[in-house]
Nanobody
Framework: HLVPSGGGLVQPGGSLRLSCAAS????????VGWFRQAPGKEPEGVAC???????HYTDTMKGRVTISRDNAKNTVYLQLSGAKADDTADYYC??????????????????RGQGTQVTVAA
């Protein structure tokens, strides 16, 4: 079970860190991905961290987000920097015991679940 949190209002150009807390399993054994769905748009992949720690980013978000994990807290983080209005979306996370990050990140609809809302506005 994964629970995303940390969303809120952020000013354009600002930063925000989202958390994805795992319970009932060790998230570092799996690929864990972050996805988002903006109002009126289809879900899209954002970033993924593999069990071996390798990270993957979509071209859209590369350079503005950093995915990381804290195994002691059993949590995966997504740091968003240089926030833009287009980053306004519901952000959600999921783990997959079978798929690689490369496979997960292009299948955001397969992982839609509870999210945390990020709103970028002045």
């Amino acid at each position: 079970h994964l629970v995303p949190s940390g969303g809120g209002l952020v000013q354009p150009g600002g930063s925000l860190r989202l958390s994805c807390a795992a319970s009932g399993f060790r998230q570092n054994y799996y690929a864990v991905g972050w996805f988002r769905q903006a109002p009126g748009k289809e879900p899209e992949g954002v970033a993924c961290i593999a069990g071996d720690g390798n990270t993957h980013y979509t071209d859209t978000m590369k350079g503005r987000v950093t995915i990381s994990r804290d195994n002691a807290k059993n949590t995966v983080y997504l740091q968003l920097s240089g926030a833009k209005a287009d980053d306004t979306a519901d952000y959600y996370c999921s783990a997959d015991p079978e798929r690689s990050c490369t496979e997960m990140i292009v299948r955001p609809n397969d992982y839609r679940g509870q999210g945390t809302q990020v709103t970028v506005a002045a």
